[in-house]
């Protein structure tokens, strides 16, 4: 594989919003140097719909987790499930996991149960995890802690890899970043990071390591100015990219080249 220049590590190309054009999609994101797309499923239907995606596109790679959102019905069987799609080769990732209370869609202890039952399966299969938190930080992050220093206790298969996860759409201070560091994670910054008014993500974005950035879409949703509000799209990571490049005062080939090797090394892509 030739050395990619950008890789967008967060986006659902397999949701229907994509169905009428999803060829032309992934022809623009080729265009743009997106050489790598992670697909990360919500719901076991569209987990299956992500890994049918890695199977069609060599630049596509799935990952299989159930939506805080979508665990209402979460069960022994789901998880039995999951590591049976987990076993697929292009599948890099348990994601995406994680707490909501924005949407309160599900009540939180069964969220939480799901969550911890997806991080323990991830940390068995030796697979990273994609970190969906939306107002829930202080949660997700004491559910993190325990869960990371037991993997490390009991010397989980995730604990030979160097990179064990994202906090997927980061939103957080720079003291919430340094404890992610301490669950040798990396944080996904995407469409946020280009909005006029995201001052604090503007402020904080610079105290970053850089080592610890991976770039993301979250396509269809979140598209970076001044496309805020269309449907985004993997295309579109680039635009990220160029106003990282500008807060960080760094150009935009360094900011490709590092988050392009730390997408490399936590999901296992051959990068050289
Ligand atoms: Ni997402």
């Not at 265009?31 to 890695?54: F, S």
């Not at 805080?68 to 799609?85: C, H, I, K, M, V």
């Not at 997700?140 to 298969?157: F, G, H, K, M, Y």
């Not at 993301?216 to 993997?234: F, I, M, S, V």
Request: some cysteine.
């Amino acid at each position: 594989m030739s050395v990619p220049t950008l890789i967008d590590s967060h986006c659902h190309l397999d949701m229907e919003q994509f169905d009428a054009d999803r060829a032309a999609v992934l022809e623009r994101a080729q265009a743009q140097g997106v050489r790598l797309i992670v697909n990360p499923g919500i719901d076991l239907r569209h987990c299956r719909q992500a890994i049918a995606l890695a199977d069609t596109h060599p630049q596509v790679y799935a990952a299989v987790g159930i939506h805080p959102n979508s665990s209402a019905d979460f069960a022994e069987q789901t998880l039995t499930q999951l590591r049976q799609l987990a076993d697929h080769p292009k599948v890099v990732a348990i994601g995406e996991i994680g707490l909501d209370t924005y949407w309160g869609k599900v009540p939180l202890r069964r969220q939480a149960h799901a969550f911890r039952a997806q991080l323990h399966m991830a940390a068995d299969l030796g697979l990273p995890v994609i970190i969906h938190n939306r107002d829930a930080t202080a949660d997700v992050a004491d559910i993190l802690d325990e869960w990371a220093a037991s993997a490390r206790t009991r010397n989980a298969p995730l604990a030979k890899r160097a990179f064990w996860g994202v906090l997927h759409a980061f939103a957080g201070d720079v003291a919430l970043a340094q404890r992610a560091y301490g669950w040798n994670f990396v944080l996904g910054l995407g469409g946020p990071l280009t909005f006029k008014n995201a001052r604090s993500l503007h402020r904080t974005a610079p105290q970053l390591r850089l080592d610890r950035l991976m770039i993301e879409t979250d396509a269809p949703y979140l598209a970076p100015h001044p496309l805020r509000g269309k449907r985004n799209e993997p295309a579109y990571v680039a635009l990220v990219a160029e106003r990282l490049a500008e807060l960080l005062a760094v150009p935009v080939e360094e900011i490709a080249a590092r988050t392009t090797a730390a997408a490399c090394s936590i999901f296992g892509f051959d990068c050289r």
